[in-house]
Antibody, heavy 123, light 110 residues
Framework: QVQLQESGPGLVKPSETLSLTCTVS????????WSWIRQPPGKGLEWIGY???????NYNPSLKSRVTISVDTSKNQFSLKLSSVTAADTAVYYC?????????????????WGQGTLVTVSS | QSALTQPASVSGSPGQSITISCTGT?????????VSWYQQHPGKAPKLMIY???NRPSGVPDRFSGSKSGNTASLTISGLQAEDEADYYC??????????FGGGTKLTVL
């Protein structure tokens, strides 16, 4: 059974960089797309971006200038960095697995999710 | 990219059927058969209920079904049960190879 676990600081100061890691267990990180998704308190889901195990990435245009997603296949982990954070970046951050589509490429749906981690941006 | 449009809330009595709509554009919902639906209970991670418009993952009851017509996708839950009360989100692959979610719908089982 594939499991995903987010880890990282729960409190980040404004203007600093938010950093989270997702550890994948019960399966290989290879041959899948891996996404970060966030949910502000009481609000809906927002896709942040994905990384393919080979290292190719794609980001939400609204966050692209501040987001970096990287992968470490040797550790079965992938990571998120979000720079210049503000209070608007306060959210539960989820990591999730995205299968290939039948045509090749990402599929846009997520079959395994981490439990989520709350990151609060505050001084 | 703009969020997909979902009703804020729907409700139904046990045993009844409800349908939640999800409206996008030809660049997302209407252009691809990569619409998915998620159920989220309070304090929990979303759970995949439907993928590629109408496919159910193993373990999801067949009371849950999905469909699409033009730029609008729909999730139907038949034989409503108390445990179906949750938030439901649709999502779609887009022409930019990104993903866009709907704003979410709160389902109340009366």
């Amino acid at each position: 059974q594939v499991q995903l676990q987010e880890s990282g600081p729960g409190l980040v100061k404004p203007s600093e960089t938010l950093s989270l890691t997702c550890t994948v267990s019960g399966g290989s990180i290879s041959s899948y797309y891996w996404s970060w998704i966030r949910q502000p308190p009481g609000k809906g889901l927002e896709w942040i971006g994905y990384i393919y195990y080979s290292g190719s990435t794609n980001y939400n245009p609204s966050l692209k200038s501040r987001v970096t997603i990287s992968v470490d296949t040797s550790k079965n982990q992938f990571s998120l960095k979000l720079s210049s954070v503000t209070a608007a970046d306060t959210a539960v951050y989820y990591c999730a697995r995205e299968p290939h589509s039948v045509r090749g490429g990402s599929s846009g749906w997520f079959d395994y999710w981490g439990q989520g981690t709350l990151v609060t941006v505050s001084s | 990219q703009s969020a997909l449009t979902q009703p804020a809330s729907v409700s139904g009595s046990p045993g009844q059927s409800i349908t939640i709509s999800c409206t996008g554009t030809s660049s997302d919902v209407g252009g691809y058969n990569y619409v998915s639906w998620y159920q989220q209970h309070p304090g929990k991670a979303p759970k995949l209920m439907i993928y590629e418009v109408s496919n159910r993952p193993s373990g999801v009851p067949d009371r849950f079904s999905g469909s699409k017509s033009g730029n609008t996708a729909s999730l139907t839950i038949s034989g409503l049960q108390a445990e179906d009360e949750a938030d439901y989100y649709c999502s779609s692959y887009t022409s930019s190879s990104t993903v866009v979610f709907g704003g979410g719908t709160k389902l109340t089982v009366l």
